[in-house]
């Protein structure tokens, strides 16, 4: 069975930048991986997707803020994040086959 491990997390001041591994159980094939994140009383949303190809595909408010990346033979997913706002801060969590990782924690100070 898959397991995820996030990493990465932080407090950050605005405009600082962070970059967010999410690290899949070595023996599962590492398909398409999504980043998501969940502000207190607000649902989890989407952040972006990784594909099995490399290719990556944003939300909307992440477009020009967020790079995610991955490393195959590590079966590591990266996501970065540029000029982050306070409106960042959440939790932020990677799902594979619908399986979720505990999370990790970003806080982006004014």
């Known amino acids: 069975q898959v397991q995820l491990v996030e990493s990465g997390g932080g407090l950050v001041q605005a405009g600082g930048s962070l970059k967010l591994s999410c690290e899949v159980s070595r023996a599962y094939k590492m398909t398409t991986v999504g980043w998501y994140r969940e502000a207190p009383e607000k649902e989890r949303e989407e952040v972006g997707l990784?594909?099995?190809?490399?290719?990556?595909s944003y939300a909307g408010f992440a477009e020009d803020r967020i790079t995610i990346t991955r490393n195959n033979a590590e079966n590591t997913v990266y996501l970065r994040m540029n000029n982050l706002k306070p409106e960042d801060t959440a939790r932020y969590f990677c799902?594979?086959?619908?399986?979720w990782g505990p999370g990790t924690q970003v806080t982006v100070s004014s």
């Open positions: 990784s594909t099995s190809f490399g290719r990556a």
């Open positions: 799902n594979l086959d619908a399986r």
